[in-house]
């Protein structure tokens, strides 16, 4: 019993909740503070303006295979990016839930360059909700990002999901709106210092951190704390040639731990 009340008051903040189901394994090990260095195929998801960033084609899957512990609100992602001469393409899918409740999307994106120091993007999600025994609703989110480069070493991003304050329900209620805009800092080689604001529609804002740091070749170790809510997170991510694996371990406070996986293949040979 006290597992279902927990569901669903998960269930619950899910519904309004973008921040907490973001894709990337770096990401969540970041507690997704690199808003300023979206540079693989999961900012079509968190900053499409971060596409121009990807040279090449990236076929990307992150999976959270029992948030909380509970199996019923796994999350999987894919994505794949699409180099042209007219900028960067992608595409990607998202299923979140259980056979009860659901959540299911279609990101169409697209980002391009401007000048040497600029990149900015926006992506199309066809955001669908269905709820056992209520039926199913959808809406169209509209997403934009930017990124800037303000030095060698400084970097300042920002993203705004659901810009477009989409409505889904019988009521029309408005799906929360997600701003996050925060600076990237490479001090010395290997090292990278992050720091985002994100705010949320109903929710107080949350200063995220994060800190990277590549000791060996291949290997790159992660650690970030998100303010609100309270939510420790730490990783490692093994690259590899064209291949990235990356592994993120997330303790909230009162829902305990939760453990996410995601890979990365740079397909460059299919570069257009």
């Known amino acids: 019993m006290e597992k279902i ?3 669903l008051g998960v269930i619950c903040i899910s519904c309004i909740s973008f921040a907490q189901i973001l894709p990337g394994g770096r990401q969540v090990a970041l507690s997704h503070s ?43 992602y894919l994505g794949c990016t699409v180099p042209t001469s007219y900028g960067i393409g992608g595409i990607g899918f998202m299923h979140y ?21 600029f990149y900015y993007g926006a992506s199309l999600n066809y955001h669908q909700v269905h ?12 997403n934009l990002g930017f ?13 705004i999901i659901n810009a477009n304050q989409g409505k889904i329900g019988a009521n029309s209620d408005l799906l929360p709106s ?28 949350s200063i995220n951190i994060g800190y990277s740091y590549a000791p060996i070749e291949y290997i790159t170790l992660m650690s970030g704390y998100s303010a609100n809510p309270a939510i420790y997170s730490a990783g ?16 909230h406070g009162e829902l305990g731990y939760s453990h996410q996986i995601s890979l990365i293949l740079n397909i460059s040979s299919l570069s257009l």
């Open 178 to 205: 997600l701003f996050t805009t925060g600076f990237s800092w490479n001090p010395f080689n290997n090292c990278f210092l992050f720091l985002a604001l994100q705010k949320e529609t109903g929710n107080h804002p």
């Open 147 to 159: 990124i800037s480069v303000l030095s060698e070493d400084i970097s300042w991003g920002a993203s």
């Open 97 to 117: 839930g259980y056979e009860l409740f659901s959540v299911n999307e279609i990101h169409l994106a697209f980002g391009r360059k401007y000048g040497s120091n």
């Open 131 to 142: 709820i056992e025994n209520y039926g199913s609703d959808a809406a169209f989110l509209l």
């Open 236 to 251: 490692l991510a093994v690259t590899y040639k064209s291949t990235e694996f990356d592994y993120a371990l997330t303790h």
């Open 5 to 7: 009340f927990c569901l």
């Open 34 to 76: 690199d808003i300023a260095k979206s540079d693989n195929v999961f900012c079509i998801f968190n900053n499409p303006g971060g596409l121009a960033n990807v040279q090449s084609v990236e076929v990307g899957a992150y999976f959270s295979p029992s948030p909380f512990g509970l199996d019923e609100l796994q999350t999987t």
